[in-house]
């Protein structure tokens, strides 16, 4: 059974691009910060994901959340689209923001660890 070292308070969801995945895990590791990680598929592109689940306390929260939004960037991207209302299809790419993070912090009232 592992201990953790601070109380317990919050639990930190973060949502990232996978292509940001090992910057984010860099940035992590070097504040020694514990995670769990979970592969995951969303938005409108389903473009993979990583998702970041992080146990901390009140005064790390902060700390965190920084590393977390320094880490991980949008950036622009191209898609392909097709463009309606022509005697033939055409495609022509379509500029959309894609990375980043987005970042849920969950109060924990209890937890139990067996």
């Known amino acids: 059974m592992t201990q953790f070292d601070t109380q317990v308070t919050r639990m930190i969801l973060a949502v990232v691009h996978s292509q940001d995945s090992e ?9 020694g910060i514990s995670y769990a990680k979970f592969p995951s598929t969303g938005g409108f592109l389903l473009e993979k994901n990583i998702t970041y689940l992080i146990a901390t306390d009140e005064p790390k929260k902060e700390i965190i959340v920084e590393r977390l939004s320094k880490a991980a960037k949008k950036r622009i991207s191209y898609v392909a689209a097709t463009m309606d209302y022509t005697p033939f299809p055409m495609i022509i790419p379509a500029e959309t923001m894609v990375g980043g993070v987005t970042i849920f912090i969950l109060k924990i009232n209890h937890f139990e660890e067996y």
């Open 23 to 31: 910057i984010v895990e860099l940035a992590l590791d070097q504040e």
